[in-house]
């Protein structure tokens, strides 16, 4: 795992100027890559690679990078994993290829001298964002992975072409501007983060998953889609299979032992990340059935017991005897996290659990420089609760008139969370544990905007929008259109509920979870790997009837099945937590200050990009305990803790 980065610039490069601009862009990542940097240059072909390392495999020089082929003809700077790598390192070998180390990266090298590029791409199993240089033909190839789990952003202005891991490194660089693009400021205030290909500068994109760019001379980028979900979604849907319970649980829990097998090859110490859910448990004790000695596991917990999931995770550490490490960690420990967000993920970014994802990840890197973990969980087995919920709502109020359903928002808007919470603890007890809700109150105010929708699609955007209305709210911007549009994708994929997961798999899972995984980890220059991304663990999973995923009002049912064979159901049957902070009483309490000074009406006024008025009124709601505004005012938060770091 590493960091990477570099310029294009083929009208030939001043050896001085680059250099020092190479190292410059470079050492912005060296989070990333703690252990080591490179760099590379060709100035009369205008080529320049920059390298920052975290040694994982083969930890000697051999493993250094940018590296060359051993024929010369490519060099490459890679950041990520091959987990099939000694498969096609012994089918390289077979055909008379020599290595001079042990890396993957190495595999990767001389796999596109002997197959050929686009061969060896296709051949890739892991996570992988790759810069690869051909000199025959002066060709810069960028590759992103097939699910996103490792970032890469670009930028071609005047003539200029400039990569890297993050944006800080572009940003290092005096040749790229830094103008806000406020469309994707528009789109950032709907979903809390920068959805690809936009980022959150007009003249830098993100390339997106299964994604490649080719550029030479003439500067203009063509990209490929290398590997599309939509078309992996369809042809599972169109080839479903219908085997037996016992004969999915056998496919599945053999799937896993294989994903997590491979993930758990490293040349340093390795643990995982176990929250007590059904995904990281699943994999811990696949895990430990893989290892002869106890795995490391890692919990962080919080005192309030609503966020406080550290309980559960030792109870399956114990059960699974795995050699376990807890840290409960204060309020103002958490909050001491928040001055640091907008250096570590470089633009505005409000998913809250942001804060314990770097916590944990902080922990774990004491003792180990590799984790696992079980993203990717929700999207591919059915896990949230939209899932099962949506659908619902939809078929019982589609058929209502428009001003019943008016009449019904407003009223159920007009409680207060506090008093939703109060009849649900008298009406739920005595219910089944599995019935249990988090932040009741807050849902129901969530279901009132949702009696507005239009449409399934509507609904499904009203449920994963931060503010329902951003061009209310930004000034001059216009949000861009989604992906796929809603007809094409009702076309192909005619279940309301897959749709949903589709969208998540695509959006919300690259852009949000593993945007945030991504940075929160490689911010203490930890590597983390997520077995339940495997691309061919996706492929099988939707050619499976729906009814394995989600089942009986529960996600997640088949991969319980693989989980109840090693923990009792016992220790799991909780309600979902999320990985969550109590945002909404920091911010009436030891934040106020904090988030008053961001949101002063004089001072969005002046800034000109936000509308003030719609802030200050969910700012004063939020105060006086009418309504839980955590999420909406975090967005606005991020954002402006941003602008306050970089832009101003």
């Known amino acids: 795992m590493c960091g990477i980065t570099g310029f294009y610039i083929p009208e030939g490069l001043n050896a001085d100027t680059a250099r020092v601009e190479l190292e410059s862009m470079t050492q912005t990542l060296a989070h990333r890559g703690p252990d080591g940097c490179g760099f590379w240059l060709d100035e009369r072909a205008g080529i320049a690679l920059g390298f920052r390392r975290l040694a994982i ?57 002997a197959w050929g590029w686009d061969a ?60 806000i693009n406020r469309d994707a400021v528009d789109a950032y205030v709907r979903y809390g983060y920068v959805p690809a290909p936009y980022s959150i500068y007009t003249g830098i994109l993100k390339l997106p998953p299964g994604t490649q760019l080719v550029i030479h ?107 376990h490490t807890e840290l409960y960690v204060s309020p103002s420990a958490a909050q001491a996290v928040i001055p640091r967000l907008p250096d570590l993920y470089d633009e505005p970014f409000a998913d809250s659990s942001q804060i314990p994802t770097f916590l944990i990840c902080q922990l774990a890197r004491q003792a180990v420089t590799v984790s696992l973990s079980g993203d990717g969980g929700d999207e591919l087995f059915g896990g949230y609760t939209r899932y099962f919920f949506a659908d619902k709502v939809w078929r019982s109020v589609s058929h209502l008139p428009r ?53 399934p699609d509507d609904l499904y955007r009203r449920l994963v929008s931060q503010w329902n209305e951003p061009g209310e709210l930004v000034i001059g911007g216009r949000e861009p259109p989604p992906r796929v549009m809603p007809e094409i994708l009702r076309e192909r994929i005619p279940d309301f509920t897959e749709r949903m997961m589709h969208m998540d798999l695509v959006t919300y899972l690259p852009d949000d979870v593993l945007a945030k995984v991504d940075r929160a980890s490689m911010g203490v220059g930890l590597e983390n790997r997520a077995p339940l991304l495997d691309h061919r663990l996706l492929g099988w999973i939707w050619r499976l009837p729906l009814s394995f995923r989600i089942r009986d009002g529960q996600g997640k049912w088949l991969l319980r099945q693989v989980l109840y064979r090693y923990v009792p159901p016992a220790l799991i049957s909780r309600p979902k937590m999320g990985f969550a902070v109590p945002i909404h009483a920091w911010l009436r309490g030891p934040l106020r200050d904090w988030a008053e000074s961001l949101l002063d009406e004089k001072r969005l006024r002046r800034e000109g990009l936000l509308n003030a008025d ?35």
């Not at 089918?91 to 290829?97: A, F, K, N, P, T």
Request: aromatic share 8%; glycine share 6%.
């Open 57 to 113: 495999i083969d930890l000697t020089s051999t493993g250094h990078q940018p590296m060359i082929s051993a024929d010369g003809r490519y060099v490459i700077a890679f950041n990520g994993e091959i987990y099939n790598y000694r498969e096609l390192r012994r089918q390289l070998e077979s055909q008379g290829v020599y290595f001079r180390g042990t890396s993957d990266t190495e595999v990767i090298l001389e796999g596109a001298c």
């Open 403 to 455: 001003p019943v359903l008016r009449l019904g928002g407003y009223l159920t808007s007009k409680v207060s969370p506090a008093s939703w919470d109060f009849l649900y603890a008298l009406v739920h007890r005595g219910l089944p544990k599995r019935w249990n809700i988090t932040l009741p109150g807050d849902k129901v105010h969530k279901l009132s905007g949702l009696l507005l929708s239009n449409s």
């Open 614 to 648: 719609p802030i200050r009124r969910a700012w004063a709601s939020h105060l006086t305990g009418e309504r839980n505004e955590q999420h909406r005012l975090w967005t606005i938060l991020m954002l402006q803790a941003w602008r306050e770091r970089w832009a101003l």
């Open 217 to 323: 001379s003439d500067m203009v980028p063509k990209l490929r889609v290398y590997w599309d979900p939509l078309e992996v979604v369809e042809s599972g849907i169109a080839q479903r299979r219908h085997p037996t319970e016992e004969e999915a649980t056998d496919e599945l829990e053999a799937l896993l032992k294989d994903s997590v097998a491979r993930r758990m090859i490293a040349d340093v110490p390795l643990g995982a990340l176990l929250s007590g859910g059904v995904d990281s448990s699943t994999l811990v004790a696949l895990m430990q059935t893989e290892s002869s000695r106890p795995i490391r596991t890692f919990t962080i917990g919080f005192e309030d017991q609503k966020y406080d999931e550290a309980e559960a995770a030792s109870k399956v550490a114990r059960h699974l005897r795995t050699d």
């Open 120 to 179: 060896t791409l296709s051949k890739l199993v892991g996570m992988f964002a790759v810069v690869l240089w051909d000199r025959a033909l002066r060709t810069l190839t960028l590759v992103r992975d097939r699910i996103g789990e490792k970032p890469l952003y670009y930028s071609l202005q005047n003539r200029s072409f400039h990569f890297g891991s993050e944006l800080k490194s572009l940003c290092a660089c005096p040749h790229v501007g830094r103008e």
